[in-house]
């Protein structure tokens, strides 16, 4: 089968970048050097998903499972990574659309507190399944359960360009990929800034772009409400 014109572009954008030349050739050689470069751009994404909480790969409020009085419920979608943890982006479970209990998302080695029977509710997703720190009630179940997940990166192949559209920008992915294909500071046995030193910079500035935000919450001061009056 024929490699996308568009996958076939961004191997020229990573041959450019490494040789300064975005010739790669004809017959079994540019078949070959296809196949390597999609290797190496797969074997980047998990390096990439882990950067940061990519605003490309999120979904909000998605509906994740149907509530029944159980506390734990298997994704059918394998392609969720990650649920999105944030204090003010709880878990919901919703009826009619009304939000009638959050959760908060937390790590697995927080899903409870023993010394604490106070603590808030709680939710992890941990092996493709939701597991809530209690069962859902009666009043829950039948609900909708929705939160915000972050989704993996869709690997490339040489008919599907899907990442490419994915990644933004694409630049992210030709650094990436080059900075693991070659030694720093070799190109064409020239120096030159090295590969990594510009996909830090790229990465960094994507970074900040994700993050960028209006909004700032006022940070939540102790509750000394329960302090009376100095005695003597």
Known sequence: MATNARVIDFVKQVVLAQTGSADISTG?????????VIMWTNQFLPE?????????????????????TANSYALSDDDIR?????????????QDG????????VNPNNLADPTDYGTDDRVILANGSLIFS????????????????????????KTDPTLLDTVIPAQLLVLGV?????????????TTPSFTQKYAALLDQCKAENNATSAVFAQQGDNLSFIGGVGF
Do not use: H, M
Not at 140 to 157: C, F, M, N, S, W
């Open 28 to 36: 079994s050689t540019q078949d070959q050097i296809i196949e390597e």
């Open 48 to 68: 990439l998903e882990t950067e940061a909480d990519w605003n490309f790969s999120r979904a909000n409020d998605l509906s994740l499972a149907t509530a029944t």
């Open 82 to 94: 990650k649920l999105v943890i944030n204090e003010y982006r709880p878990l919901c479970i919703r």
């Open 98 to 105: 009304s939000v009638v209990s959050t959760f908060k998302v």
């Open 134 to 157: 209690r069962p859902l009630t009666s009043a829950e179940a039948g609900g909708d359960i929705t939160g915000d997940v972050i989704y993996r990166l869709p690997q490339l192949t």
């Open 178 to 190: 080059v900075k693991n294909r070659v030694l720093p500071d070799q190109v064409q046995g020239s």
